[in-house]
Antibody, heavy 117, light 107 residues
Framework: EVQLLESGGTLVQPAGSLRLSCAAS????????MNWVRQAPGKGLEWVSA????????YYADYAKGRVTISRDNSKNTLYMQMDSLRVEDTALYYC??????????WGQGTLVTVSS | DIQMTQSPSSLSASVGDRVTITCRAS??????LNWYQQKSGKAPKLLIY???SLHSEVPSRFSGSGSGTDFTLTISSLQPEDFATYSC?????????FGQGTKLEIK
């Protein structure tokens, strides 16, 4: 069974930093691209960042460029997202999701990031 | 970026009703359109991919159609467990953008 388990979300002050993790199991992690998708309270889904299966290429939403770094450790079956210079508007539930042919076929349960003073 | 627009934003219906939700892309995306169901407090689940293919274990009362810029999700006979928010997503080009969601509520 495919499982994705996010962690690392917490309350952080504006301008602070945070690292989210997503532990994968039940599939060959190194064979799949992975993404982070977020959902602000009461809002729709919004793509944040993506990484190829090997980790060789990364992609970011415009609002995340320069503040977010996606990475992965295929030996540990884990996806990461380092978030710096956090803003109040970054408050959201952050999901990791497995990508295949342009669709998100498996999602984690999400980890909540709250940016507030 | 490709913009995805869903209509309606919310919808009230009864058990047994036939329901249709529409998704429009700002440019042609071929058949690269996916639908997700999200229940309150839960992660999204893939329902339909490439416009009309049902994901594993999705009931046959769900169907999708369309190509190019206009797509629909149809639930043929609403069941109590179908009341949720439905979102479309284009998988044609990065960034993979989502519609704003359609909240399906019990009438």
């Amino acid at each position: 069974e495919v499982q994705l388990l996010e962690s690392g979300g917490t309350l952080v002050q504006p301008a602070g930093s945070l690292r989210l993790s997503c532990a994968a199991s039940g599939f060959i992690f190194r064979n799949y691209a992975m993404n982070w998708v977020r959902q602000a309270p009461g809002k729709g889904l919004e793509w944040v960042s993506a990484i190829t299966d090997s980790g060789g290429r990364t992609y970011y939403a415009d609002y995340a460029k320069g503040r977010v770094t996606i990475s992965r450790d295929n030996s540990k079956n884990t996806l990461y997202m380092q978030m710096d210079s956090l803003r109040v508007e970054d408050t959201a539930l952050y999901y990791c999701a497995r990508v295949i042919s342009g669709r998100y076929d498996h999602w984690g349960q999400g980890t909540l990031v709250t940016v507030s003073s | 970026d490709i913009q995805m627009t869903q209509s309606p934003s919310s919808l009230s219906a009864s058990v047994g009703d036939r329901v249709t939700i529409t998704c429009r892309a700002s440019q042609s995306i071929g058949s690269n359109l996916n639908w997700y169901q999200q229940k309150s407090g839960k992660a999204p689940k893939l329902l339909i991919y490439t416009a009309s293919s049902l994901h594993s274990e999705v009931p046959s009362r769900f169907s999708g159609s369309g190509s190019g810029t206009d797509f629909t999700l149809t639930i043929s006979s609403l069941q109590p467990e179908d009341f949720a928010t439905y979102s479309c997503q284009q998988g044609y080009s990065s960034p993979y953008t989502f519609g704003q969601g359609t909240k399906l509520e019990i009438k």
